[in-house]
């Protein structure tokens, strides 16, 4: 399996994990929103009919392998500006969001071998307007989907039914590996945020991260704004890597004592950051570059 999957508006590549080239292809839509299920399939909103919401292409040869159908009574753009993906880490289910301006937000979940459905959560009214980015667990078994005020955690393999999570997820978060726990950001000021670690089953606060720094002129200046996404967690669930600031990495151990975060010092970071499957690695994206970082010295 590739280390890394690299993708930009019009094409996509995956590396094996000593750097060299292992697939290369181009997407069917450019300047579209795209999601992966793997290095060879993408799913892309919209398709070549005013029925389709959402279309399943093979890379390697462009064959379309699925195309998700519009719900409810709403116009082509309207559709495509409508629906949101999230995939299981393994690619074996898509969940497929129906956000704010469909008649009834709904959230479907297909599993990709032959796309028939193995969930569908009709939501709260009250949810509107909006779905969040959604996540499954490593195993598949939970999917967290967030809402306007909260979000819903469900086991798409076992049912239809759901429960609610009472914290918002809208600033950004982490589902841990196994499920259980979720890395909140969330704003503890008017400019100021802070990580929270919290219990899936109900919502306990169980660790705290400091706010990423904030300079004086962030108002004017966004290298003097804090950034701490995106939140990724460790295989082992022992520690989360994060941005804070434009040119530092932090790895913060929470559940190990008084252990001090370890800091990794980079150029500038552009956005881009992701854990490789063992754990032992960080890809680092700035303005021009993905740099590949060790974290085990760390």
Not at 135 to 142: A, N
Not at 175 to 204: M, T
Request: glycine share 8%; net charge negative; charged share 20%.
């Amino acid at each position: 399996m590739p280390n890394l999957v690299a993708y930009s508006y019009d094409g996509v590549r995956s590396y094996r994990s000593d750097g060299s080239l292992n697939f290369q292809g181009e997407l069917p839509s450019p300047f579209t929103f795209h999601e992966m299920l793997d290095a060879k399939r993408v799913v892309t909103p919209g398709g070549d009919d005013n029925d389709t919401a959402f279309t399943v292409t093979d890379l390697a040869d462009g064959r379309t392998l699925f195309k998700g159908p519009r719900r409810g009574d709403i116009s082509e753009s309207l559709s495509k500006a409508t629906v949101v993906f999230s995939p299981s880490p393994d690619g074996s289910m898509l969940a497929v969001g129906y956000s704010a301006l469909a008649p009834k937000e709904s959230v479907i979940v297909y599993d990709t071998a032959d796309w028939h459905v193995l969930a569908s959560f009709e939501l709260p009214d009250e949810s509107r307007p909006g779905i969040g980015l959604m996540q499954f667990s490593d195993d598949g078994s939970v999917l967290v989907v967030p809402l306007a005020d909260n979000a819903i955690v469900a086991n798409p393999r076992l049912s239809d039914k759901f429960k609610i999570f009472s914290s918002s997820l809208n600033y950004g978060y982490s589902l841990s590996p196994d499920g259980k726990l979720v890395a909140v950001l969330e704003a503890i000021s008017a400019d100021r945020d802070a990580i929270h670690i919290r219990r899936i089953e109900d919502g306990a606060l169980l660790a705290s991260h400091s706010p990423a720094w904030v300079g004086d002129d962030c108002a004017d200046h966004i290298a003097e704004c804090g950034v701490s996404l995106p939140i990724l967690w460790s295989n082992d669930q022992r520690g989360l890597v994060f941005p804070d600031g434009w040119d530092t990495i932090r790895i913060w151990r929470p559940f190990s004592g008084d252990t001090a975060d370890a800091i990794i010092h980079i150029s500038y970071f552009a956005g881009g950051l992701a854990i490789s499957p063992n754990g032992s690695q960080i890809a680092v994206a700035d303005l021009h570059s993905v740099d590949l970082i060790h974290i085990t010295a760390h």
